[in-house]
């Protein structure tokens, strides 16, 4: 059974910081493409960051240069450090496992008061 399970959510101030985690199970995680996504409420989902297998990042503009994704094989996690938060970056942040099929976390909250 794949489950991808979500952390770190919370509420904090603008200018703070956060740091998402995701834990895999089920999955031979070292061949997947992780991401983190984000969905605002009456917003699209939208990618926020992704780390390929081989530990190639890529980031969304509005959050380049504040977040940084990293993955740690050997724990079966992915990781979303969030800092200079703004209240925009507030929504629900979920994991995404892509390789011979698309898994989803359930969702960590977070919000950024201002």
């Known amino acids: 059974q794949v489950q991808l399970v979500e952390s770190g959510g919370g509420l904090v101030q603008a200018g703070g910081s956060l740091r998402l985690s995701c834990a895999a199970s089920g999955i031979i995680f070292r061949l997947h493409f992780m991401g983190w996504y984000r969905q605002a409420p009456g917003k699209q989902r939208e990618l926020v960051a992704s780390i390929t297998s081989s530990g190639s990042t890529n980031y969304a503009g509005s959050v380049k240069g504040r977040f940084t994704i990293s993955r740690d094989n050997a724990k079966k996690t992915v990781y979303l450090q969030m800092n200079s938060l703004k209240p925009e970056d507030t929504a629900v942040y979920y994991c995404?496992?892509?390789?011979?099929?698309?898994?989803w976390g359930q969702g960590t909250q977070v919000t950024v008061s201002s």
């Open positions: 995404n496992a892509q390789w011979n099929y698309d898994y």
